[in-house]
């Protein structure tokens, strides 16, 4: 079992906005700002997309944005295009000096 | 431009032990802020973090798999290597490794991967 918390699936159609949730506790989501989030296509290596919980590296969309409230993590994908199909994975930081992930979330663009 | 790529057997017996070696290029493990960290993906399933090296040696482990577990620098400074221990089928997975930016706490970029299948 996943220390992170997502849902399996989520989905929408291209235009519409969806949010991923990745839920922990207060040793890891709550209680650090050093929540991550990747973008898994098939067969191929995780990319990141959002780090330090809201901060985007040069070159990913802004359609993609990163939040947190308490121990919940979320990744909000607006605008959805059908190349978004794909898997998402967040991860964070803990007090115990390591990272954890999240079961990941497969996005379907209906 | 940053690239890291992982290799080593790719079939394993039970009981034996994986090596598997980052090489790095475009950045040097020794830099400040730098570290390397080795993920891995069994198939079908979940990212699993596994450890990092960072630049100044200091190494943090998976708490479930510490006692399997060794990471060190290459004598080059432009490999990591990950060791693990007691190889079993459930260790099975694509193993990545990953520039770890301490500043800002992320892993980018990634190596391709590579799968290791651990089956007699």
């Known amino acids: 079992q996943s220390a992170l918390t ?11 906005s ?4 990745c839920t922990g ?11 991550s989030w990747f973008q898994q296509l098939p067969g191929t290596a995780p990319k990141l997309l959002i780090y330090e919980v809201v901060d985007r590296p040069s070159g990913v969309p802004d359609r993609f944005s990163g939040s947190k409230s308490g121990n919940t993590a ?24 390591e990272w954890v992930f999240g079961g990941g979330t497969k996005l379907t663009v209906l | 431009q940053v690239t890291l790529r992982e290799s080593g057997p790719a079939l394993l017996k039970p009981t034996q032990s994986l090596t598997l070696t980052c ?8 830099t400040g802020g730098m570290g390397v960290s080795w993920i ?13 090296v960072d630049w100044t040696d200091d ?5 479930s798999l510490k006692t399997r577990l060794t990471i060190s620098k290459g004598a080059s400074n432009t490999q990591v290597v990950l060791t ?37």
């Open chain 1, 18 to 21: 969806v949010t991923i949730s």
């Open chain 2, 23 to 30: 090489t790095l290029s475009g950045f040097s493990i020794t």
């Open chain 1, 74 to 97: 979320s990744l909000t994908i607006s605008g959805l295009q059908t190349e978004d199909e794909a898997d998402y994975f967040c991860c964070s930081y803990t007090r115990r000096r």
């Open chain 2, 40 to 52: 891995r993906q069994a198939p079908g399933k979940a990212l699993e973090w596994l450890g990092l």
């Open chain 1, 25 to 35: 506790t207060s040793s890891d989501v709550g209680g650090f700002n050093r929540v």
């Open chain 2, 59 to 63: 190494k943090f482990y998976s708490t």
């Open chain 1, 6 to 16: 997502q849902p399996p699936s989520v989905s929408g159609s291209p235009g519409q």
């Open chain 2, 84 to 120: 693990m221990t007691d190889m079993d089928p459930v260790d099975t997975a694509t193993y990545y490794c990953a520039r770890a930016y301490m500043n800002s706490w992320l892993f980018d970029p990634w190596g391709p991967g590579t799968l290791v299948i651990v089956s007699s």
